[in-house]
């Protein structure tokens, strides 16, 4: 082992930090070399000056007292959590029941479960194609004026998502008249009589 | 602990605080302040002056201290009463410090800093204790303590001037006590090597 190993062991043999076995080995080595024999000395020296000097400055120093400071700031935040955990966290509380129950309310309005106040009405056998019975003499149907064509259905591809959107804004509104002409069928009692009525809903057209 | 006569083993003396401090502990832990005051006054003149050894700065180890007390509040429930608050008051003041010198390292105090310190740590003051003893032994150990890394400065001033031994040291430092050997071989060699080198005080 070279001295600047040794060197290392001498600085930890000075302040007995050494286990027994290397304690021997250092001992044995500084019986035989002067110059770490020197080190192990200054290292010596320097350690007891270290703790004079520590001393000297340590005495001079008024480092006062942290006691009062700690004591002031526990019981600072003391009061600070007291307070968040007693009215403020009430109030919180409180805060978030009525959002929530706002929120609820909203829902129920607006939300999509809600019942829509669609007014969209099914055409009634009376406005469809009427199947008129067997009769001779048989009372062409009249349209009435109140007459409500069937809904174009909805799940039109041709409709984007915007006219989809605007046709469900228009919901609540009366049903926009039929594109197509209404056709009823009249049956009379010769098999190979039949009356086809055609009526243009946009206009007052009628073909028979 | 530190405060016992040097004559006391270091790991009896470290027993000795432990059994005394586990009375206050308990009350502390039940919500008596007084009983915290009382811990905290046993303490502080060790806290602050281990503080003071790492940093340098009596400003900068009055803040540690006062932090190393308010956790010591915090962990109360959850201290281990085997080990002891001694022993805990080391590893956090060691860990507070060597993180204030890091700080320190990445943002060093610009000379405005110094002045506004000195101004409010009062000029008067400055001047009575570079007359002092006390004020030169300061200006020599300065030096040699810079030279040395932070747990280099730690391991030695744990062992040397605060008297704790090899396994008190390991767990202030919360590392292997080989780890703490290296420290102290290094940490002593490079304070020689201050001593006696160009830059080294006289």
Request: some cysteine.
């Amino acid at each position: 082992m070279n001295c600047v190993r040794w060197q290392r062991l001498v600085a930890l043999y000075v302040g007995d930090d050494l286990d027994r076995s290397r304690t021997a080995g250092v001992e044995q080595h500084l019986s035989t070399c002067p110059s770490c024999r020197d080190l192990e000395h200054d290292l010596r020296s320097d350690r007891l000056h270290l703790q004079d000097l520590d001393a000297a400055a340590a005495g001079g120093l008024e480092l006062g007292s942290v006691r009062g400071a700690v004591m002031a700031k526990i019981v600072n935040r003391r009061k600070r959590s007291l307070m968040f955990s007693q009215p403020r966290l009430l109030s919180a509380l409180a805060m978030v029941v009525v959002v929530i129950a706002l929120a609820l309310v909203m829902r129920q309005s607006t939300g999509p479960d809600a019942p829509r106040t669609v007014s969209r009405q099914s055409p009634s056998p009376a406005s469809g194609v009427p199947v008129v019975p067997e009769q001779r003499d048989i009372p062409l149907p009249q349209p009435t004026p109140d007459f409500v064509p069937p809904i174009p259905n909805s799940t039109d591809t041709r409709l984007t998502r915007a006219e989809t959107s605007l046709s469900a804004l228009s919901t609540s509104s009366p049903p926009p008249a039929p594109a197509e002409p209404m056709t009823i069928k009249i049956l009379t009692d010769d098999p190979e009589v039949v009356i086809y009525w055609i009526v243009d809903p946009k206009g007052d057209k009628e073909y028979v | 602990m530190v405060g016992a006569p040097a004559a006391i083993p270091d790991m009896l003396a470290l027993v000795v605080a432990t059994t005394e401090d586990l009375g206050l502990v308990e009350r502390a832990r039940a919500g008596d302040d007084a009983a915290f005051g009382e811990l905290v006054s046993e303490h502080e003149k060790t806290v602050l002056r281990t503080a003071w050894r790492l940093v340098g700065n009596a400003e900068d180890a009055r803040d540690i201290a006062q932090e190393v007390f308010l956790r010591l509040h915090r962990t109360l429930g959850r201290l281990d009463p085997k080990r002891g608050v001694g022993a805990w008051l080391y590893r956090v003041t060691v860990n507070l410090a060597l993180t204030a010198l890091r700080k320190r390292k990445r943002h060093p105090e610009s000379s405005l800093e110094n002045i506004v310190r000195r101004a409010a740590g009062g000029i008067e003051r400055l001047e009575q204790e570079r007359r002092t003893d006390a004020a030169d032994a300061r200006r020599l150990l300065a030096p040699v303590l810079e030279k040395l890394t932070g747990k280099e400065r730690a391991a030695v001033i744990l062992r040397d001037l605060e008297g704790l031994d090899m396994k008190a040291v390991a767990h202030a430092l919360g590392c292997r006590q080989v780890t703490v050997r290296s420290y102290l071989s290094r940490g002593r060699l490079k304070m020689r090597n201050a001593v006696t080198g160009p830059g080294g005080p006289p």
